[in-house]
């Protein structure tokens, strides 16, 4: 947590970045077109957008002291001698300010696409919401612009840093609660209107490192079939949940037996919407390897993934986005590109 003069001076900063113009150029969004910088804040671009270091005096002509002694203090900031750079990525996600840290293979923090998929289906939220697996707080803070109050459950320490960090900076302390924990166990016993989910969700085979923010387990719904065993418990009888994700299948569509599985162990109406279609090759696998943490040893995993996916029948990776309601009879609908147009199709059980 941030001491009360902190949290003034991170929303002072935010106040200073709208003005600034660096919104659009710092944003995820593949629409935004970037608006012209003035020329007394090109300098937050060269320091936020470029990733350079910049002098430290030049800084202050446009900063104010305290903001600047509290992005320092915060370690936002780090002085060399004169200059002074941003050891972290600072995000415009969907009008929130967000900092994380810079994608490196030793990064434990995560914020991707992904992260801006999800946050499109929560804009609105009420009531009380929870947000597992939150990362730095982009779901859990989209959501407490609207909602009454956001429960967010992260099991990697160093995101508590940034969460409380980006919670003030955005002025939503007030409407958040982090619990540092392992999914629902954080929040036996209460109940949420909605629940949003990003889980790692990467098919990784048994036996390769693989980073906690990534890894999903060996067809990538270790989280979300665990998420959807406990729903019952959490979700409040009118509620909804919001999950991200990715399921194998081959060119003809998603294997979505383990949907069915969830769906009717949990009495549940599970709608998958496949957003992506991958092949197991080329770029996508590269990815996949490319993730693992191991050094020089690429050839040795790569060959993991294709024989894992030549034992699991996968040649294809769909990316989707789920939604889950309570049903008096269980249900799974899904939309998917099977290769020729998309297919759509709803299977309820007894
Ligand atoms: C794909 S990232 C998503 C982070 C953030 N919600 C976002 O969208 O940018 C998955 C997050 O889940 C966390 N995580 C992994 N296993 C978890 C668990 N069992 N309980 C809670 N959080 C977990 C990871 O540390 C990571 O921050």
């Known amino acids: 947590m941030l001491t009360d003069e902190q949290r003034h001076a991170l929303v002072r900063w935010k106040d200073l970045l709208a003005e600034s113009g660096l919104e659009r150029a710092l944003t995820r969004d593949p629409d935004a077109k970037p608006t012209e910088i003035p020329e007394r804040f090109q300098i937050l671009a060269r320091l936020f957008h470029e990733g ?8 202050a002509a446009c900063v104010p002291g305290d903001v600047l002694a509290t992005l320092e203090a915060l370690g936002l900031l ?19 300010w967000l900092f994380s840290e810079k994608v490196s293979p030793q990064a434990k923090c995560y914020y991707g696409n992904d992260s801006f998929e999800l946050s499109r289906m929560l804009i609105g939220a009420e009531g009380n919401v929870l947000d597992l697996c939150a990362g730095v707080g982009p779901q859990a803070l989209i959501c407490a612009r609207t909602a009454k109050h956001v429960t967010a459950i992260e099991i990697e320490p160093l995101a508590a840093r940034f969460f409380w960090i980006n919670a003030a900076l955005n002025g939503l302390t007030d409407k958040v609660e982090f619990l540092a924990g392992d999914l629902l166990k954080p929040v036996a016993g209460r109940k949420f209107d909605l629940i949003s989910c990003n889980p790692p969700f990467m098919p990784v085979p048994p036996g390769v490192p693989y980073p906690v923010f990534a890894g999903g387990g060996g067809d990538g719904l270790y989280i979300v079939r665990r998420l959807m065993a406990g729903l019952p418990e959490v979700l409040a009888p009118d509620g909804r949940c919001e999950v991200v994700g990715a399921v194998l299948g081959n060119a003809a569509g998603p294997d979505l037996a383990a949907f069915k599985q969830m769906a009717a162990d949990s009495s549940l109406a599970i709608i998958v919407d496949c957003r992506t279609r991958e092949e197991l090759e080329g770029k996508t696998l590269k990815q996949l390897v490319g993730m693992a943490m191991v050094e020089g040893k690429g050839e040795e995993v790569e060959r993991a993934f294709r024989s894992h996916f030549a034992n699991l029948n996968a040649t294809h990776l769909y990316c989707f986005l789920l939604h889950a309601v309570r049903a008096p009879s269980p249900m799974v609908c899904s939309s998917f590109w099977d290769g020729s147009g998309m297919s759509f199709r709803m299977e309820a059980f007894p």
């Open 78 to 96: 780090k002085r060399a001698a004169d200059k002074l750079e941003s050891p972290y990525r600072l995000a415009n996600h969907m009008g929130l």
């Open 52 to 59: 350079l270091e910049v002098e430290a005096r030049e800084l």
